[in-house]
């Protein structure tokens, strides 16, 4: 929200009350408490009247500062909140002449004393942000209430990214972002998927402890701040620091939650009815035995809006004119290798043979003179399920597991963003709060029964909507985007945007959704969709099997598929990294090489994982540029050999581009094509980018039970490259890519088209060997 009117005067209707000096303060073992008047206090008559923030600073996490400031503290407290996990950690707490200063692991604050109100965060390199007078205010809007603000100080160049999935540009800076989930799709400003977590490029992040809509200018209103503002009378936010900005997001996610672990069948290619196409048994079974015949591997089926009767979305039962036998054929499809997903979402129809029972019972959100909150939208007389009664919970996950008892394996979890403020809830909830955070509610809810039924690790949800705590129950998709080329980059930048707000996965409907691609777009965005964590084809009112389009659509969706599925040893690993460290595995190209001026700006190209750098291509002449960083890279399909530091021109055919392996890579890659969980050890070969500087790289790969099965340490040297087990490992083979010949005293060198293979004993523990390779 804007309240000033340029930089001196504040618009009509609205008067601000700042912070000017600590006025009294109180520390303890692990907080400071100040009471800091809006103006100077001279005499002792000045302390009667006027505006007093009390402002409390502690720490939940080594590295993460909370500041709470308030205006008037008898508000009563309201719900919901956002679940953030506190270990209470040591600080230090200093005094000193002219300030107070709080410390939480390299993270500091300290508090100017006396009459010149300033607030600097910092950490061991300096500086990272601050605020000073004008900054932090109590601001009174005519009509309107109440709204606390603060302002952080931007430095020159320094870039702002995050804020969730946001379609608009990937760097934040002059931008007005409000948190407010909605139903917008994918070319606006709006987003499904709101959180009011930002990262800056200059070492640190913030978290607005707000489930509300916060408001934010990031450099709009006032060109050298980012403010987020509030209505009513306190505001809480939390400075995340780290040595990098992906030690920022694991603070971040250690203290909004790690992403869980799908599991590792989920990362298989997904086909869908689409959504208001025409379906049967018949239907399912020629897409399935058609892809099945093409030799794509295919490994979930899922079932759209139209499992259900028209109008009774949601009854949970299948619509019986269409499916007579779901359990029959739910069985006929699983033998055929499937896993199987349906479509659902948090209303219920008045049409549904549920509505009278959930009105009944108290199980939907109600408005504020006691009645069943309806609309005509999307299901006419829908009501929405309160997921803040247990007994709602308990009767939605009934219904599910009914379900699950079929076959289902997962749900879509669509829609939990139309949720309206006019209402109220069982547990008292203020609605307000309750708009962003009922995604939240929605996907546990569904999430956890999955986990209970299923299994640690064999849980996943296919979610549009999420708040701040969300990337616990993954995964999350784009939402509808349309079928262009536009569209597939606006899906790319709120991807990276999303993955460098805390989510670990991220997926997005391949060809578009919205009507139908060109068949050239539908294989470019094959290409990009199977370089993304999850790859999923769906559309609105056209069917995505890839002879809809073309024969060749057919050649490139089965080549993507099949490398993906061959990627599988490293992309798992990369994905039980994720749950462990929270840093997602679609990265932008600042979260590897912060320091990198290029990589900051860089919103068409990603890294897959720490080792892969994917560059889509988004023209119909497959033309490509894309940035290197230094270093000698490999491309992965090609094998050609490229030096960074630079940006790359290339044209590619539909069957290649930009996967790019970075200097010293190790990717483990495994011998099945057909099916993403196997057992990834079994004949894997370790794909190698030698670099002549003695560097070690440690290569784990993990089972589809996310337990260990192999781990290697690579030492490269001149000319040289040294293979340790750290483990007991399987025979495999050595690939050194790019590489014309090299000799072993241990196994046998095979020259390839890739390079030189080198085959490799069963090893145990502490087991080495030592290459030595030669390059022209």
């Not at 679609?586 to 994982?609: A, E, I, T, V």
Request: glycine share 8%; charged share 20%.
């Amino acid at each position: 929200m804007k309240f000033a009117n340029g930089n001196w005067m504040l618009h009509e209707g609205i008067t601000g009350h700042y912070p000017a000096e600590v006025y009294r303060y109180q520390i303890d073992e692990k907080s400071i408490n100040l009471l800091v008047p809006t103006q100077p206090i001279t005499h002792r008559g000045m302390t009667l009247n006027g505006v007093v923030f009390n402002l409390e600073i502690s720490s939940p996490l080594p590295n993460v500062i909370k500041v709470k400031a308030y205006h008037h503290k008898g508000k009563v407290k309201k719900k919901p909140a956002f679940h953030l996990y506190d270990t209470n950690p040591q600080v230090v707490i200093e005094e000193k002449e002219k300030e107070i200063s709080l410390q939480s692991g390299d993270l500091k604050v300290s508090v100017t004393k006396g009459n010149q109100w300033k607030i600097v965060f910092s950490d061991k390199n300096g500086e990272l942000t601050h605020s000073a007078f004008r900054n932090m205010g109590y601001m009174e809007v005519d009509g309107e209430g109440a709204y606390v603000k603060e302002e952080l100080h931007l430095a020159v160049d320094e870039k702002v990214y995050g804020l969730g999935e946001r379609f608009t540009p990937l760097i934040k800076n002059g931008q007005v972002v409000d948190i407010w989930n909605e139903d917008g799709g994918t070319s606006s400003e709006q987003s499904y998927k709101n959180i009011p977590f930002y990262l800056s490029s200059k070492g640190y992040g913030v978290l607005v402890n707000h489930p509300e809509k916060v408001s934010l200018e990031v450099g709009s209103e006032k060109v050298t701040k980012v403010q987020f503002s509030v209505p009513g009378e306190q505001l809480e936010y939390l400075i995340i620091g780290g040595s990098h900005p992906q030690e920022v997001i694991k603070n971040y996610t250690s203290l909004t939650g790690k992403p869980a672990l799908p599991p590792a069948w989920s990362f298989g290619l997904w086909l869908t009815t689409s959504f208001t196409t025409d379906y049967d048994e018949k239907t399912v079974n020629t897409f399935v035995d058609g892809m099945i015949e093409r030799k794509i591997p295919l490994h979930t089926f899922h079932f759209d809006c139209f499992w259900m009767k028209g109008y009774n979305w949601c009854d949970f039962e299948w619509d019986d004119e269409v499916f007579p036998d779901p359990e029959g054929m739910l069985q006929r499809l699983k033998a055929k290798g499937l896993h199987i997903c349906v479509w659902i979402n948090p209303y219920i129809s008045q049409q549904s043979s549920l509505f009278d029972e959930a009105m009944t019972n108290g199980y939907l959100i109600k408005t504020k003179e006691g009645d069943v909150w309806q609309w005509d939208k999307w299901q006419p007389g829908m009501g929405i399920v309160d997921f803040t009664n247990p007994k709602a919970c308990s009767w939605y996950c009934e219904k599910l597991k009914a379900l699950m008892d079929m076959g289902v394996d997962s749900f879509k979890t669509d829609f939990g963003e139309r949720i309206p403020v006019n209402v109220q809830y069982y547990d008292g909830s203020d609605p307000y709060k309750m708009h962003n955070y009922y995604t939240y509610l929605y996907n546990k809810v569904v999430f956890d029964l999955l986990e209970q039924e299923r299994g640690k690790h064999q849980a996943l949800v296919f979610a549009r909507s999420a708040t701040v705590g969300g990337q616990q129950f993954p995964v999350h998709w784009g939402g509808d985007c349309s079928s262009n080329y536009e569209s597939m980059a606006e899906s790319l930048r709120g991807g990276l945007s999303l993955c460098m707000s805390g989510f670990g996965f991220w997926s997005h409907d391949i060809g578009g959704f919205e009507s139908t691609s060109t068949p050239d777009v539908y294989k470019r965005w094959a290409a990009f969709g199977l370089l993304s964590t999850h790859s999923r084809l769906h559309g609105s009112n056209s069917y995505r099997v890839p002879w809809a389009y073309d024969e060749e659509s057919v050649d490139v969706l089965r080549y993507f598929s099949q490398l993906k599925c061959s990627l599988m040893p490293y992309l798992y690993t990369q994905a039980v990294e994720t749950k462990d460290t929270g840093i997602p595995m679609m990265r932008s190209m600042f979260l590897n090489y912060p320091q990198n001026l290029s990589c900051q700006y860089l919103d068409k190209q990603y890294m897959l994982g720490d080792s892969l750098l994917i560059a889509p291509i988004f023209n119909e002449q497959g033309k490509v540029d894309y940035y290197l960083p230094e270093g000698k890279w490999i491309n992965f399909i090609t094998n050609e050999c490229i030096k960074g530091e630079g940006y790359i021109s290339e044209q590619h055919g539909y069957l290649s581009l930009p996967i790019m392996m970075k200097p010293g890579a190790v990717i483990p890659v495994g011998k099945n094509n057909q099916r993403p969980d196997y057992d990834y050890v079994d004949g894997i070969a370790y794909h190698l980018n030698c670099i002549n500087e003695v560097t070690t790289v440690n290569c784990k790969v993990y089972d589809v039970e996310a337990e260990l099965a192999s781990e290697i340490e690579v030492t490269y040297g001149e000319g040289t490259v040294t293979i340790t087990s750290l483990s007991n490992n399987k025979a495999y083979d050595i690939i050194l890519r790019g590489i014309d010949n090299a000799s072993s005293d241990i196994g046998v060198v095979t020259p390839t088209e890739l390079g030189v293979a080198i085959h490799m004993n069963e090893m145990v523990k502490g087991d080495s060997v030592t290459i030595k390779y030669f390059q022209n």
